[in-house]
């Protein structure tokens, strides 16, 4: 035990007060007459015995009331292991807030965030000296103050502009960079974190700040929270009228059952479904609605559900893309060539106009034109120039996608566009004579071109092939369909981040009898919208990360504008390079609508990092594990932060327990002291 106040030791002289006053007081006898001794006499060995032992117990209790009271005056103190070095030069203190979504959990009316600032006031309080004080926020990483601070010196919290973020804290990561970057050459270096931690940090912290002591002021666990996790549309080819199915999980990662949740979906802000449930503690359900959207391009969606402790998750936005009108460009050797693909492709488009085609007769493919094409389809191409074959290379790393329909060409295609398009090597042509025939299997049954398909004989609906393109296909095509012999006959090729769907036979009655099939238009028709959504533009990011918006080359000079969440609007700058918007400015959780020239061009959605959901919270023995119980302290909510620091710092401070100890020793003695009534009766009785 060591003393804060040594000096003031000086006053356990006074403890000899209450001796000095009994010897004094015995000096002063008194002669008092009494008629006889004989009945003193008798008290002699009993209660005088008893009254003499009794005045010497309270001597020693007023005794040690004194001695408690003086050494609890002298600040007693437990002393630790602590490096803390009594200086007179500057200390160095680092508060790290971390304000990110997880701390926006609400409790009675505030936030955990909102607490932050007393804790931050008492932190200041317990410096002692002058101080070197820089406090930083997470999320995004900011320094919020920066200078010397003296004992008692007043300051002004409201200046501090820390706001909540939705984003996620990268809290170790920041801490870490911030650590390095500080001057450290002070006696005594303390980090002050004040945070929900959700994660652990790395064990290096132990080895690479060991000069640091760390203070962790964590929160309360979560009580009522129940989250949307995911939104998701299962449909791989979304059409206007047909119904999209949407998965949707929600979990209560509160401690509370909840009952009479209500679910509702919105679609372009009509609330297309509702769902009523309750959920258990811990525990996660699947929902699956069906909706038909009614109509084409970028809808926008909701799923809400009911305000608990931690809003964010409460609401999630989305969006789904269905193709409004798709491009084909069909680009064949002869006017005979076009004839089934034109019909096909009319009879897919209707009275809607969903297809624009543009047929070409090109005997060989020299100068070409795709802008604006979705999908480029070739119908037995023979002979390529340098220059298109580059176009077309353009084409489909900008997105687009070919139907390739291989025929009596494909064993004199220049090796230069075979090995520029990935396809596959030509080993023989096939044909067969007579009546015989090839059939045809489906090698992937979940590939979306056959998904909700409903045939009654789904082998009566594919073709019968006499004459086909026996390939060697690349490891990386994929097969789709192919003959009974296990040749292949449709392949999906990767190429430059989109597809080339290769035909082994041509769309001609003396190669094969597809065109006489009920499955080759629904099959074109499913590849064509397939291959079109590009859902790149509307896909869902996390939040603060930065979103690519690719651009139609005939708008890219148009204004652009970004409407966030909150309604504020955003210019923004094309990069001409790339052909995209590349916005950065995503810190808003919802839905951002893109506009060009005031025409709205697109919409995607923010969601929660998985990193700040709230019930996500490290094991403080993991903490005492990694930092070491000398250098690190946990500081719960509602303790008093002063005196723990100095505690920390100093020692256990002891003057709590010798002030009781004084209070008991005087009620002790009160209670010996005080005047006995019955005893005086019976000795004047006597």
């Known amino acids: 035990m060591s003393f804060l106040y040594p000096t003031a030791l000086w006053g356990l002289i006074a403890v000899s007060l209450p001796i000095i006053i009994h010897l004094f007081s015995l000096r002063k006898n008194k002669k008092v007459d009494f008629s006889s001794i004989r009945h003193i006499q008798a008290l002699k060995n009993e209660s005088i015995r008893k009254l003499k032992l009794l005045h010497w117990i309270i001597i020693f209790l007023r005794m040690g009331i004194i001695a408690a009271l003086v050494i609890m005056f002298s600040g007693p103190i437990v002393v630790n292991q602590s490096s803390w070095i009594p200086s007179e030069e500057e200390s160095l203190a680092i508060i790290i807030v971390d304000n990110s979504a997880s701390m926006s959990v609400t409790k009675n009316g505030s936030s955990f965030l909102d607490h932050t600032s007393s804790e931050i006031s008492e932190i200041i309080s317990s410096f002692e000296g002058l101080v070197n004080l820089n406090v930083f926020q997470t999320t995004p990483p900011k320094s919020i103050f920066s200078g010397l601070i003296d004992k008692g010196m007043q300051v002004n919290l409201e200046n501090w502009d820390i706001k909540q973020s939705m984003g996620e804290d990268r809290l170790w990561t920041f801490t870490d960079s911030i650590l390095k970057t500080v001057n450290s050459n002070y006696p005594n270096k303390e980090c002050f974190i004040l945070s929900d931690f959700p994660v652990e940090p790395l064990s290096s912290f132990r080895t690479d700040f060991a000069n640091w002591r760390f203070y962790l002021l964590g929160r309360e666990s979560l009580g009522n929270n129940i989250g949307i996790k995911s939104i998701q549309a299962l449909n791989q080819i979304k059409l206007p009228n047909d119904l999209i199915d949407l998965a949707t999980r929600i979990e209560n ?6 009952t009479g949740v209500p679910i509702e979906l919105f679609l372009d802000g009509d609330r297309a479904g509702q769902i009523v449930t309750k959920f258990q503690p811990g525990k996660n359900k699947d929902f699956l609605f069906q909706v038909y959207p009614g109509k084409s391009g970028v809808i926008q969606g909701k799923v809400e559900i009911s305000k608990d402790d931690f809003i964010p998750d409460n609401s999630q936005t989305f969006e789904i893309n269905i193709p409004e009108q798709i491009s084909c460009k069909v680009i064949a050797s002869s006017q005979e060539k076009l004839l089934i693909i034109k019909t096909i492709l009319e009879s897919i488009s209707g009275s809607d106009g969903l297809i624009d085609i543009d047929l070409k007769i090109k005997p060989e493919i020299d100068n070409i034109f795709l802008d604006d094409t979705d999908v480029l389809i070739l119908q037995d191409p023979n002979i390529f120039s340098i220059s298109s074959i580059e176009k077309i290379k353009k084409f489909v790393q900008s997105g687009g996608s070919i139907f390739w329909f291989s025929g009596e060409h494909y064993e004199s295609l ?76 449709l392949l999906e090729i990767p190429f430059s981040g989109s597809n080339i769907y290769f035909f082994s036979s041509f769309l001609d009655l003396r190669w094969n009898d597809f065109g006489m099939k009920g499955l080759l238009i629904p099959m074109i028709y499913r590849l064509l919208m397939f291959t079109v959504i590009d859902e790149h533009n509307s896909s869902m990011i996390y939040i603060d990360e930065p979103k690519t918006i690719r651009l139609k080359k005939n708008i890219i000079n148009n204004k652009w504008m970004i409407k966030l969440p909150s309604g504020a609007e955003i210019l923004v700058v094309p990069d001409y390079d790339t052909e995209q918007l590349i916005f950065s400015q995503t810190h808003e959780l919802g839905s951002y609508q893109v506009f060009a020239d005031d025409e709205f061009y697109t919409a995607f959605s923010t969601k929660l990092s998985p990193f700040e959901y709230p019930n996500l919270r490290v094991n403080k023995s993991k903490l005492i594990d990694i930092f070491g119980t000398d250098r690190f302290k946990w500081i719960d909510t509602g303790t008093d932060i002063i005196s723990t620091i100095k505690a920390k710092r100093h020692g256990r401070s002891l003057w709590r327990t010798f002030l009781i100890i004084a209070i008991g020793l005087l009620f002790i003695e009160s209670f010996l002291s005080r005047p006995r009534l019955n005893a005086l009766k019976n000795i004047t009785n006597v």
């Open 414 to 489: 220049n090796e230069v566009a075979r090995e520029t398009f990935n396809l596959p090597k030509f080993k023989d042509l096939v044909k067969l004579s007579g009546e015989s025939f090839f059939t045809v299997k489906i090698n992937d049954r979940e590939n979306p071109v056959f998904q909700e398909l409903n045939f009654r004989d789904i082998k009566s609906a594919f073709p019968q092939i006499f004459i086909y393109n026996n390939v060697i296909p690349d490891k990386s095509h994929k097969s789709i369909l192919s003959l009974n012999n296990n040749d292949p006959f």
């Open 253 to 258: 990662s509160g401690s509370v059952e909840r």
